[in-house]
């Protein structure tokens, strides 16, 4: 075998996921597709809004195709950046330059030049468990190690408490995504603060500065009018992910960005180098998206679905039995396993059609998590089904 000896790991766990997917859709063909309950994927319900398509026809048929199709300054075009840096300049009271923004191909793109940018062989990337399955990936492709901070089951807050003791010489990032995949919880602004002392505590220790990923494709997904903190307010070694594939319903189109906080350590050295990383993975950022994000940056899609979504599963889980958080943010349900294994849950779920990804595969045995950017008329299908798993898991049904 000739691929490189850190890579088969990640070859044989990604089966697990296609595994998924093709037994959603043999259950399908078997039972027919509306007698399936498919919470897995977090795949946008609602579509991109109109103004998305309007603009990138307007852009095709009236743009000078050597513009629209050609090679640009690998970070993008000026006129997308600067739209970007101006934006959160207006919304977050921010002072980004228009060189602070790197278009990206999405947030997995940025993490990953930032990855690419830091680690050398055995560094280590701190993420707080329960976290996107990814990183681990990301962090090994990049030659690194995750190493995950144990969730705090009360809260599911950052478990700050914790990291002190998990950093050391060889740290070199810290990934907070916020609002938080699988469990839907948001970060207040004190955590985020509290995070910070202990991070330039840490700093001082060990003698080179720590940079903070935030990852953020769901900072417009919040509801219950939930304030979202901006990063770099509480954190100075900042470094913003930003993804439009579920603030614009975009997941295919592949675009984002990364915003280097003006305030970091090393300020300039770090901008261009994730410019070159960028470069390298990706060449840049897919040219007609950039220039349709330009003009989007302030258009969402209907999240009120998702927020209609939220209550119902939440609404029905909780009165046929289940624990469950009920999420702030983004637009997962994390449910608390009533059997002794969050796997056997799992199984049992898929007995009754019902697929749910086991929170194991986000370092949190014992819960999983349902995505709720389904069509709603399949969470009120789902209900009967629900209703069995939780007679055959020994629940009680609340008043
Ligand atoms: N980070 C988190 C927490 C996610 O949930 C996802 C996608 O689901 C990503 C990053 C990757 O997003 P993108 O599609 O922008 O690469």
Do not use: W
């Not at 609002?179 to 003698?207: C, F, H, M, W």
Request: hydrophobic share 40%.
């Amino acid at each position: 075998m000739a691929i490189a000896d850190r890579m088969a790991p990640l070859i044989g766990g990604s089966s697990a996921i296609r595994k998924m997917f093709e037994e959603g859709r043999q259950l399908a063909q078997e039972y027919g597709a509306e007698n399936v309950y498919d919470f897995s994927l977090g795949n946008p319900s609602v579509p991109a809004p109109a103004s998305v398509n309007e603009t990138a026809v307007r852009l095709l048929r009236n743009e000078d195709p050597l513009y629209l199709h050609g090679y640009m300054n690998n970070s993008g075009f000026e006129e997308t950046r600067q739209a970007v840096a101006d934006d959160l300049n207006k919304r977050f009271g921010a002072s980004f330059a228009m060189t602070d923004i790197i278009m990206t191909v999405g947030a997995a793109a940025g993490i990953n030049d930032i990855l690419h940018l830091f680690l050398n062989p055995g560094d280590e990337v701190i993420a707080f468990a329960p976290f996107f399955t990814e990183y681990r990936n990301y962090t090994i492709a990049a030659g690194g190690n995750l190493v995950a901070v144990p969730a705090d089951m009360e809260t599911f807050q950052l478990n700050i408490d914790a990291l002190d003791a998990l950093i050391n010489e060889k740290t070199k990032i810290v990934i907070v995504n916020n609002p938080n995949n699988p469990t839907g919880v948001i970060y207040s602004g004190e955590t985020l603060d509290r995070l910070e002392q202990v991070l330039e505590k840490a700093q001082k220790r060990i003698g080179h500065p720590i940079y903070v990923i935030s990852d953020e494709p769901y900072r417009e997904l919040v509801y219950d009018g939930c304030e979202l903190p901006f990063m770099p307010d509480h954190i100075r070694n900042c470094l913003i992910v930003y993804s439009f594939s579920k603030s614009l319903s975009l997941p295919g189109e592949r675009i984002g960005y990364v915003a280097v906080s003006p305030k970091i350590e090393d300020h300039d050295l770090v901008r261009d180098g994730i410019g070159v990383t960028n470069r390298i993975g990706s060449v840049n950022a897919p040219s007609l998206m950039q220039l349709v994000v330009r003009e989007c940056l302030n258009d969402r899609p209907k999240i009120e679905v998702y927020d209609r979504n939220r209550r119902l599963l939440y609404g029905n889980l909780t009165k046929l039995g289940f624990d469950c958080l009920m999420p702030q943010g983004a637009f997962y349900l994390f449910v608390k396993s009533p059997l002794e294994t969050s796997a056997a849950f799992v199984d049992a779920g898929r007995k009754e059609h019902i697929l749910m990804v086991d929170a194991a595969g986000f370092a949190c045995p014992g819960y999983v998590r349902l995505a709720y950017c389904v069509s709603t008329e399949m969470i009120e299908r789902s209900y009967e089904a629900f209703r069995r798993l939780a007679k055959a898991c020994g629940l009680e049904e609340r008043k």
